[in-house]
């Protein structure tokens, strides 16, 4: 079992829509991470949330960290074909980075 | 800007053979980390190092070797190539007292054995 789950795995939508993905874990973590990955190249650090309810916003995507730092979610308003890629949440747990399966998001024009 | 360097790119082995793949880094990070990534199952820890002459196990280490002798080289050695070794193999580093976390990585190494 994954110590953090990421739900959907696949996602295909079209341009202008509304998406959300979903991190989620038994346990605590002090912060959430979430990385971008494209085809052939390593992940990208999008984003860290690091207190209990958080938002942060960064241009049409907005991050969520639970009250409870148990989960997190990645919401992308009005989504672009360049938004292509897989979605990846991680924690940091005992100096290891531990990583969900990750979401692959299609975004046809 | 190198950033983390991996080599080789693609690497085609028969079962039983030995290899290594070669992860450099230029930001003089103490903490480096070998991960591979199969389809539907994200990113899993092979092995990681906190500093030259330290390395420890992940979540998957068995039929991979580590050594850190150098701040920039951290090597995974395959000692005898299996089948289910067959994945993309990520390395990456980051600075141990940056409060961010942040893993850069390197572009990775796609393996095959037959």
């Known amino acids: 079992t994954q110590l953090l789950e990421q739900s959907p795995q696949f996602l295909s939508i079209q341009e202008g829509e509304n998406l959300t993905v979903y991190c989620n874990s038994s346990?605590?973590?002090?912060?959430l991470q979430w990385y971008r990955q494209e085809p052939g190249e390593g992940p990208v650090l999008l984003v860290t949330v690091v207190t209990g309810g958080e938002v942060k916003k960064l241009k049409r995507l907005t991050f969520q960290f639970g009250d409870a730092r148990k989960d997190s979610s990645l919401h992308i308003t009005a989504a672009q074909p360049g938004d292509t890629g897989l979605y990846l949440c991680?924690?940091?747990?005992?100096?290891?980075?531990?990583f969900g399966q990750g979401t692959e998001l299609s975004v046809k024009p | 800007n190198a950033g983390v360097t991996q080599t080789p790119k693609f690497q085609v082995l028969k079962t039983g053979q030995s290899m290594t793949l070669q992860c450099a880094q230029d930001m003089n990070h103490e903490y480096m980390s070998w991960y591979r990534q199969d389809p539907g199952m994200g990113l899993r820890l092979i092995h990681y190092?906190?500093?030259?002459?330290?390395?420890d196990q992940g979540e998957v280490p068995n039929g991979y070797n580590v050594s850190r002798s150098t701040t920039e080289d951290f090597p995974l050695r395959l000692l005898s190539a299996a089948p289910s070794q067959t994945s993309v193999y990520f390395c990456?580093?980051?600075?141990?007292?940056?409060?961010?976390?942040?893993?850069?990585f390197g572009e990775g190494s796609r393996l095959t054995v037959l």
């Open positions: 346990s605590v973590f002090s912060s």
């Open positions: 190092s906190v500093g030259a002459g330290i390395t």
């Open positions: 991680a924690g940091w747990r005992g100096g290891k980075l531990i």
């Open positions: 990456a580093s980051r600075n141990a007292v940056t409060s961010t976390g942040e893993l850069f």
